[in-house]
């Protein structure tokens, strides 16, 4: 049985320990939230998770593997701590690799444990089919991510403009997906994604919208290169717990962890 570690017990992480909560090939043996959450999630360990214990940090031992699911400074927190240990992490909040120097930072880390982070896809598709054709010559990604206003509160897109009483589509954001993930790290870790998978933060062009008429999370990818093209499309039903993710991510996440222990995986 493989044990697990969730870090986070926010929308993602409950969903998920809602997801394993009858697998018998693994166990979730800890949960782990700042000392103000404990409270929280024992609530939530109790229902979902009975043997689990609640941490303020990963245990050093008894862990086969770390699921971050608690947003970016969980990464710096957790992750590479576990890493260094030679703890396999997967991780969630992929938007956090727009900081300069933390992707370098995960790899180092699971070098010096002879370990393994996967970046899991999240709410978007394709990501095999967009790093192969890194691989044979790629030219263009672009990004457009499409939103409901309501998706878009506490973020940069409330300056200047009411949210509310948006009548037609309205652009928030265009350029890099450096910038895209570090203005919107809670809405664009699909940007991250597409980028790190693709030509980088730098080259990878984002646009980001705030769409009225929509009541799910739109994206598009569009590539181009020696491969040929391709264009996708996924209209994601929104998380109920927190309309800025899609509840395609926790589905992804779902799978990273259930393929560790499948013995045919795809």
């Known amino acids: 049985m493989e044990r697990i ?10 969903s998920l320990l809602e997801l394993l909560k009858d697998d018998a090939a693994l166990e979730v043996a800890a949960i782990v939230v ?22 303020s ?33 997967v991780v969630a909040s992929v938007g956090a690799l727009s900081a300069q ?15 393994q982070v996967q970046l899991i896809a999240g709410a978007i ?22 939103k409901p206003p309501r998706a878009w509160s506490g973020t940069p897109a409330e300056e200047g403009r009411n949210l509310a009483s948006l009548a037609t589509e309205t652009v928030i954001f265009e350029g890099s997906a450096r910038e895209a993930a570090r ?17 980088g933060l730098d080259q990878t062009r984002v646009r980001l919208i705030a769409d009225p008429a929509v009541d799910e999370n739109v994206h598009q990818v569009e590539a181009e290169g020696a491969f040929g093209r391709f264009e996708l499309t996924m209209r994601n039903k929104p998380l109920a717990a927190n309309p ?12 990273a962890v259930r393929n560790r222990v499948r013995p045919l995986a795809i």
Do not use: F, W
Request: glycine share 10%.
């Open 5 to 14: 570690a969730i870090v986070g017990c926010g929308a993602i992480g409950s």
């Open 34 to 55: 700042p000392e103000e959450g404990m409270p929280a999630a024992r609530a939530v360990a109790q229902r979902l998770a009975p043997r689990a214990v609640v941490v």
């Open 57 to 89: 940090s990963v245990p050093l031992a008894g862990i086969d593997l770390v699921v971050e699911a608690a947003g970016h400074a969980a990464i710096e927190q957790h992750v590479l701590p576990a890493l260094r240990r030679g703890t396999p992490c």
């Open 101 to 115: 120097g933390l992707p370098e930072a995960l790899e180092r880390a699971a070098q010096t444990g002879k370990t």
């Open 125 to 146: 598709g394709a990501i095999d089919a967009l790093a192969a054709a890194r691989a044979g010559g790629l030219e263009t990604v672009r990004y457009t991510g499409r």
């Open 183 to 199: 203005l919107y790290p809670k809405n664009a870790n699909v940007a991250a994604t597409v980028s790190l998978a693709g030509l």
């Open 244 to 255: 800025k993710t899609s509840a395609l991510t926790v589905y992804s996440a779902l799978r």
